[in-house]
């Protein structure tokens, strides 16, 4: 089972590393990563298409109509909709998530951004999520693009990861700590 883990998520970056290439040598990048976004946001929202693009078995000509008929009324870039029509021709649509995931990651990894995590014990206002990121870049000279999540489990404070560096100033680390030291003693 691990084995074939490794073969999809070379096999991701493969395609995805190609769609990159294909995009930026046609000057169509940043619609590709538009139409990425999109089609990913409708993976994630749409239960239906997100059983229909992970089932392997899915006959291509269906998956094909319905590429077809979403570039039409979402005006998705050709190229786009062609490499779409390249892995359902390839059967490895069902990696479709995994490939645009990775291809966005490297959009992003090419325009000098790091990428980094951020979770709150409160909800915080885009206003604060803007100073945040705005800090960050700061500190570490680079871009930032920052992934937001409010987890109601940690208490109090922040859990912010940039990179391999994480910094947690949450109440449930502390408590754990102070768990562990009194455990050890």
Not at 62 to 79: A, D, G, H, P, Q
Request: glycine share 2%; net charge positive.
């Amino acid at each position: 089972m691990s084995k074939n883990k490794g073969f999809s998520d070379t096999s991701a970056n493969r395609y995805s590393l190609a769609l990159y290439e294909l995009a930026h040598e046609s000057n169509s990048l940043s619609k590709i990563e538009e139409n990425s976004n999109a089609l990913l946001n409708f993976i994630y929202n749409n239960k239906d298409f997100s059983n229909l693009v992970k089932d392997p078995t899915i006959n291509r000509e269906v998956l094909t109509n319905i590429i077809n008929k979403m570039s039409e009324s979402s005006k998705l870039e050709n190229l786009f909709k062609n490499f779409l029509n390249f892995l359902i021709s390839k059967r490895r649509f069902f990696f479709v998530e995994q490939i645009l995931k990775s291809f966005l990651e490297i959009c992003s990894s090419k325009r000098g951004e790091l990428k980094a995590m951020i979770k709150s014990a409160k909800e915080l206002t885009q206003d604060e999520i803007s100073k945040i990121t705005e800090e960050l870049s700061n500190n570490f000279n680079s871009k930032i693009k920052l992934d937001y999540s409010y987890d109601k489990n940690l208490i109090g404070g922040l859990i912010v990861q940039v990179g391999s560096i994480m910094i947690d100033t949450s109440i449930k680390n502390k408590l754990q700590q102070i768990e562990n030291r009194m455990i050890e003693a």
